[in-house]
């Protein structure tokens, strides 16, 4: 005979194979056992509190517990399909253990508010985790923009080059995106930060659960407003699904730039050997692979925050089964977050920059053509547009001839226009005077990219407050 499931009473026929296996989520969601743990006895804390168990009681369910999570953690525990999720392989072993009293547990709670409560706990300890690691990311793309402001390199638009700017700008500008990154994981923390148990299935339950001593054993920051929308919604999840996506884009959009820079055509930075591979036939080869990898697990990651919020869309009120597949893209996108928070923490600390090969696309490029023209405006008193083209014919006939602005002689200038034969010709063409003319707050300029520096370490402060804060305010019960 088939066992009987711990909700089995209505019923005559025991669950068929296949609702076994498309109903198990153990295979899966045993990554919660140990926030199960730690919800079920503050439950059992409360229980006691309000008289439904004895100290001693409470006691037993509170050690035994423990006793389970060790078995767990030494991989003596037998998951069993049977027993379908986290939630029923956890209180089917406390009543092996147990024997009746193991079944007073789960009085005054359900399924439905113990995962959502689960997953919240989940998702606090491992944004925690996360933001430790993304903290350790800024503090790397700030030393590495310290090290290169004397650097020079193109900045492109259109993948076009544009202006020269300082390598220490263009490492800031993927500092300040992580920035925002990391401001998102606190607001997804903070949005899991909430008490759901006392929600029951639905409606609430017929116990005077004590939602404030439970708030406060488990440290959360608030006590849900409604419980129907406490076990319906997954706004916590899909905002941290948002938050890694938006991670996981500029991460891609910093490799593709690692992946084309260090390609022989551009060779502004090279990869340390041990981030790269080799190729079984090309001798020759060294693969940016961990660039590669990491704008690849983007789709990935992108692809679970529509998952959920495909799984979420037109589903009726308050709990319902599909929601049970949230957990799958959720663990994953917690891992290859972390994965590739190292992973460009990795690569930007070994990165070498060739500023030599940058000059030469500087020079080839004629990105001082723009600070030409607004030579010729300041210095001739040239209208702008008839300046632009004045530079236009320049870079055409140099294009033609194989020159660029720095090589085409004075006489040749001349032809185009007696003004380019002017001494100040050679100055305003160099590439220090065009960024340092970049004189404005979060411009280019050395001055400017000091001071960018200094409120980039300023951040660097509030966030470490951060973490130190959510480091001691999510303590749990065990
Ligand atoms: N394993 C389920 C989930 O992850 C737990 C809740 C099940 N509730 C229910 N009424 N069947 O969503």
Redesign the pocket.
């Known amino acids: 005979m088939k066992e009987k499931k711990l909700w089995g009473g209505r019923f005559a026929e025991a669950p068929s194979s296949l609702m076994i296996r498309i109903g198990e989520?153990i295979s899966f969601?045993r990554e919660l056992y140990s926030q199960d743990i730690t919800g079920s006895i503050s439950h059992s804390r409360m229980l006691k509190k309000i008289g439904i168990l004895t100290a001693e009681e409470q006691k037993k369910i509170e050690d035994t517990l423990l006793l389970i999570k060790k078995e767990i953690q030494s991989g003596k525990f037998e998951f069993k399909i049977e027993n379908?999720?986290i939630?029923m392989s956890i209180e089917s072993r406390l009543t092996e253990i147990l024997g009746d009293l193991g079944k007073k547990l789960h009085t005054a709670r359900?399924?439905?508010d113990?995962?959502s409560q689960d997953v919240r706990l989940y998702l606090k300890e491992e944004i925690s985790n996360i933001l430790v690691l993304l903290y350790s990311l800024l503090q790397t793309w700030v030393e590495k923009a310290e090290k290169n402001i004397d650097v020079i390199i193109p900045g492109y638009t259109h993948l076009q080059i544009a202006q020269p700017i300082r390598a220490s700008h263009y490492f800031l500008s993927h500092f300040w995106a992580n920035v925002r990154d990391f401001e998102d994981f606190v607001s997804a923390k903070n949005r899991a930060d909430e008490l759901v148990l006392g929600s029951g299935?639905l409606a609430g339950v017929n116990y005077q659960t004590d939602r404030a001593f439970l708030q406060k054993d488990l440290q959360l920051g608030r006590i849900s407003e409604n419980s129907m929308d406490a076990v319906s919604q997954r706004d916590h999840i899909l905002k941290f699904l948002f938050a890694s996506s938006q991670y996981y884009i500029h991460a891609s959009r910093f490799c593709e730039e690692v992946i084309l820079f260090s390609s022989q055509e551009f060779s502004y930075f090279r990869l340390p050997d041990s981030l790269t591979t080799g190729s079984s036939i090309m001798p020759q080869k060294k693969n940016p692979d961990v660039a590669e990898l990491i704008r690849g697990k983007a789709g990935r990651v992108v692809g679970g925050l529509n998952h959920v919020l495909m799984m979420m869309k037109g589903t009726p009120s308050s709990?319902n089964?599909d929601?049970?597949e949230d957990?799958i893209p959720l663990f994953d996108a917690v891992k290859q977050v972390k994965l590739g928070i190292e992973g460009i923490r990795e690569m930007v600390n070994g990165l070498e920059v060739f500023p030599n090969n940058a000059i030469r696309s500087l020079r080839s490029g004629f990105s001082t053509a723009t600070d030409l023209a607004d030579w010729l405006v300041f210095q001739k008193k040239i209208p702008f547009r008839t300046s632009h083209e004045i530079v236009g014919e320049l870079v055409k006939v140099c294009s033609a001839k194989g020159w660029d602005l720095f090589t085409i002689p004075s006489g040749e200038r001349g032809k185009i226009n007696p003004v380019l034969t002017d001494p100040g010709y050679e100055e305003a063409i160099v590439l220090e005077t065009s960024c340092d003319k970049k004189n404005v707050p979060g411009g280019t300029s050395k001055l400017q990219q000091k001071e960018q520096l200094k409120s980039a370490k300023r951040k660097l402060k509030d966030l470490e407050k951060m973490i130190q804060n959510n480091l001691t305010k999510g303590k749990k019960n065990v």
């Open positions: 989520s969601d379908e999720d939630h359900s399924r439905n113990q995962v299935a709990y089964r929601f049970q957990k």
